[in-house]
């Protein structure tokens, strides 16, 4: 009688199996849409874990002082106790398609296009076509940091409200406003990242800007200059 074939025991779990983390698909960005609306957007997006550390988070409001006296209220956000490791990677991965889609920087032509545009409806008297477009390379390359989409509702609000040809320090300024609720989001996420990054030793050489924690808060600290 040929011998029948011994079954083989049931396997368990492989230890090398990852969970995934939870992902949505991402929203559809309407920069047109009011502000608050934008960033309820994106929120929504998230984890559910992400959203439970932001909305948790903790809010201080300080006057902001100048040359002039004051200057606005600056908002500093920081995150709840007991960061997890895997709500520090959803932050991370959050942050890097933030950054890398919504908030990335312009490209210089269209940059250059939108600012020769701009520099267009408010020609300067007795400046020679080859001075203006020096003056419009400088414009793109003090604006470069900014989404196209940023710039462009900037230099639509100044067409609509302003007479006058505007200054750079100005037009920095409307495109800082128009981009402030998707920066403040993003600050918020390099802060819960570099906070589970700080508590594990990553953030070792983040003095001088090493490591994945520097990198973040190097990130965090230029978001704050653009909401201050």
């Known amino acids: 009688m040929a011998a029948q074939p011994r079954s083989a025991p049931p396997r368990g779990p492989s ?24 960033r309820a957007t994106l929120v929504s997006a998230l984890p559910t874990p992400l959203r439970d550390v932001l909305a948790s988070g903790r809010l201080e409001r300080r006057p902001r002082f100048g040359d002039r006296g004051f200057d606005g209220v600056t908002e500093e956000w920081s995150p709840p106790d007991g960061v997890t490791d895997q709500q520090a990677l ?38 020679a076509p080859e001075v203006e477009h020096l003056v ?4 793109a390359e003090d604006l470069g940091e900014f989404p196209a989409w940023a710039v462009d509702a900037a230099a639509r609000t100044w067409r609509r409200t302003q007479k006058w040809r505007p200054s750079i ?23 819960i990242a570099a906070a589970a990054a700080s508590a594990s030793g990553d953030g070792v050489g983040e003095g001088t800007g090493h490591g994945r924690a520097g990198r973040l808060r190097a990130l965090a600290g230029g978001a704050v200059r653009r909401m201050g």
Do not use: Q
């Not at 230890?15 to 608050?36: H, K, Y």
């Not at 959050?94 to 490209?107: F, K, N």
């Not at 419009?136 to 414009?139: E, G, H, R």
């Open 169 to 191: 320090a100005e037009m920095r300024a409307l495109c800082e406003e128009a981009c402030a609720p998707e920066w403040a989001l993003a600050r918020r996420l390099s802060v």
């Open 136 to 139: 419009a390379l400088d414009w």
């Open 15 to 38: 230890p090398s199996v990852v969970t995934p983390l939870p992902t949505r698909p991402p929203p559809a960005f309407d920069p047109s849409a009011p502000a608050a609306e934008r």
């Open 90 to 127: 959803m932050a991370r991965r959050a942050l890097d398609e933030l950054t890398g889609s919504i908030l990335a920087p312009a490209s210089p032509d269209h940059l250059l296009a939108r600012v020769l545009a701009l520099l267009s409806h408010y020609p300067a008297k007795g400046t």
